[in-house]
């Protein structure tokens, strides 16, 4: 199923031939470098796609999203929702291979902009490596505030549309 079109893209469910995709910048250094918990061998991801290829994009579930090439349908990368009490946390990898071309931009700013409409009072949240500049960049670029490091899990806060109770909750955390 598509969610979501842009000029040059298709956000979609996953498909099992994105595995050898998945599986080419999950292990590739580049990528992989400030991932963290993400299935890299090739039989896991074929597992992880079989599980994921009919996820609905909501606040239900998390949600595992394909980001394609409109013109060959190629996954270059993906995005996963992850909705929670209220707060909507995002996380995002494309491949080294399509780095530096506004992919991660175009894809992430048309989901995030969807989502906040369909869900206005929600909370928009990613956690990224302190030293992650590039997604720094990118989450400042998408309009979202650095809201802290949380030492507990070693990650730099970022929020957009935030309420006054998370951004005490995250404040909390990054002091302990």
């Known amino acids: 199923m598509n969610f979501l079109e842009t000029q040059r893209l298709i956000l979609r469910n996953v498909k099992p031939e994105d595995g050898a995709v998945m599986h080419d910048y999950r292990s590739n250094e580049l990528c992989a470098k400030y991932q963290r918990g993400q299935t890299k061998d090739l039989e896991g991801i074929a597992a992880l796609v079989e599980k994921r290829k009919k996820d609905v994009l909501g606040v239900d579930a998390a949600c ?103 951004e005490a909750e995250i404040a909390g955390a990054a002091q302990r």
């Open 64 to 166: 595992l999203v394909a980001v394609a090439r409109k013109d060959t349908d190629e996954m270059i990368g993906e995005i996963v929702v992850m909705p929670e009490k209220g707060t909507i946390s995002l996380g995002y990898t494309i491949s080294y291979r399509h780095h530096r071309k506004g992919y991660a931009y175009e894809s992430l700013s048309a989901l995030i902009n969807m989502l906040h409409e369909r869900y206005p009072a929600w909370d928009f949240i990613c956690f990224t490596d302190p030293e992650n500049g590039a997604s720094r960049s990118l989450l400042r670029k998408l309009g979202y505030t650095d809201m802290g490091y949380i030492p507990s899990i070693d990650s730099q806060v970022f929020g957009k549309w935030t309420t006054p109770a998370t």
